[in-house]
């Protein structure tokens, strides 16, 4: 036997590993990093590879399956892409995230969960809203997430470790309902610094969430006379809900390539009108500056109450910054923000900046809704904010985010290649419409049923329009959003 046919037949006896029983003679030529990386996902989703898991070093893992160390590398960075695992230095390469799970089955006894068809015939209620949410999906292109697997965790342990070593025993004890000196203080610098806001740290309030903003300034408006509040529609529903909880009208304001409509703000004849200025929800519109003077000069001339809910402003891809409303009309505007998009829902920590006519009886709702928010939550998010760790996880979700963002215009135009994509140029989200004539409830329910979650455009408008999809994208890996998009494509080919 020459040298050749020897190495040849040595290959084929040790072209395996025992990690997870690796054959590369099963994968298909030419494809052997696609195919490491899929078995490799295959393992992380039925957890022969739970999270916490160190994956064999590239170097390893290539000798014993006798291929290139490119390769291995290759398979693991698309892992790292994908949210499922993550670099640690010294430590190595660690599982962080299994995909989702395959839909579970519907179960068949009584009081069993709705079946898609039934949840999204449903009118769109806060219960069938939560409803969907719980719904099992194996791919969930819901709006309103950031890529969860990039949160910081070794920041933010570093800033937890740093707030416990140094935290006086008195802070631990019931503090300003306010919340804490230090993060009020630490979103003052963030807002001036991000949002061109200048606010005394006095001036802030912090709260469980924008939706605890609406939720308190809705019980102080109603009990100040104030009967409704005008929302964009399109519209968030989730928003909406919220104020018709605290006995608030909430009539529509048409939202155009402008932003809202302010003349048809205007014939509503409501004191106050809640706005996604910088990035119109779910259009992705961006108020223009010919609106903003109009909005300035209802609010001026009528004593009127801008609600601005600045929710993804920093989320911005191809486009310039837009400066908040907050900026430029503080005695008139309500600026409610969180961190809910920055880092994660979980952490439950926002802001808001009420006008100098609403600070005390806004202070005074969260003293008795909550005496204040969990202190340690707050000082670790302060120490996290003042250190520049935020700025570096923005960018690090930035790059993440446009890249997910990307691959979802391009399965679009593969798989739906009528719909219009709208807001592209910053955000979590794309909203797509079409050209048709569907229920896009019976899409969203047919794609529930395949596995893939969506919003149906319908939810969030009050009244009749095209029929389109509100799709998130930054929480997906690419491979999630190619197949989810896909998916959809093929649902819609079938709908009757």
Known sequence: MNRSNRRSSDQSIVSGSDFLQLNIDDAPVGRRSDWLARQLRLAISDHRLPVGTRLPATRVLADELRVSRGVVTEAYQRLTEDGHVAGHGRNGTIVVAAPAS????????????????ALFAAAPGADIFDSVRAAPARIDLSPGVPDLAAFPRSAWLRAERNVLANLPASDLGYGDPRGT????????NWLARNRAIRADPAEI????????????????????GISAVAVEDPGSLGARQLLR???????????DSHGARVDALRDTAAPAVLLTPAHQFPTGVVLSGARRRELMGWATGNEGLIIEDDYDAEHRYDRPPVPALRSVLPRHVCYAGSVSKLLAPA?????????????DALIAAK????????????????????SGEMERQLR???TRHRRRRDTMVDAIRTHLPHALVHGAAAGLHLMITFDA???????????????????????????????GLVLGYAASSPTDISEGVATLGDVLRRLP
């Open 245 to 255: 909880d605290q006995r608030l009208d909430t009539p529509p304001v048409p939202v």
């Open 396 to 398: 690090v979700l930035r």
């Open 102 to 117: 395959p839909p579970e089955a519907p179960p068949a006894t009584p009081g069993a969960r709705p079946s898609p068809s």
């Open 437 to 467: 004539e569907f229920a896009d409830t019976d899409l969203a329910a047919a794609a529930l049923a395949r596995g893939v979650k969506v919003q149906p455009l319908s939810w969030h408008s009050q009244h009749a329009a095209r029929p």
């Open 347 to 359: 952490l439950r920590i926002g802001w808001v900046l009420a006008p100098p006519r609403y600070q």
């Open 205 to 224: 309030l912090i709260v469980v969430g924008t939706s605890q903003t609406l939720s308190l300034l809705g019980r102080v408006l109603y009990d100040d």
């Open 367 to 386: 003293r008795f809704a909550d005496l204040g928010n969990a202190a340690l939550p707050q000082q670790v998010l302060a120490q996290f904010m003042e």
């Open 181 to 188: 000196p230090a993060l009020r203080h630490a979103i003052a």
